[in-house]
């Protein structure tokens, strides 16, 4: 299972429920999360997504306690049973 369709399916799973998916690049900035997501109204959250049993990288792992240091939820996700859970518990993973 590539990464690309984590991704893809991350994306359909938040728009069937209601939310936005929208891919997330930052130019002259590396390590960004893949998606910026929202389930509910002025709640926003990033996915990092990964092929089975990768992890982010140290670079992505920084990136992502600066978001969180900011008070932004940021995800790894690595297979459907996340996303299912991500969508499931309304952007609340554990």
Not at 19 to 47: H, M, N, Q, W, Y
């Amino acid at each position: 299972m590539r990464e690309k369709f984590i991704e893809r399916q991350l994306r359909l799973a938040i728009e069937r429920n209601g939310g936005t998916c929208e891919k997330f690049s930052s130019p002259g900035r590396a390590s960004v999360p893949d998606r910026i997501c929202s389930l509910r109204p002025g709640e926003v959250f990033f996915v990092e997504c990964k092929q089975p049993g990768e992890k982010a990288t140290p670079a992505q792992l920084r990136d992502h306690e600066r978001r969180r240091g900011r008070g932004f939820r940021v995800f790894v996700i690595d297979n459907v049973q996340q996303i299912n859970r991500l969508v499931h518990t309304r952007g609340v993973l554990s």
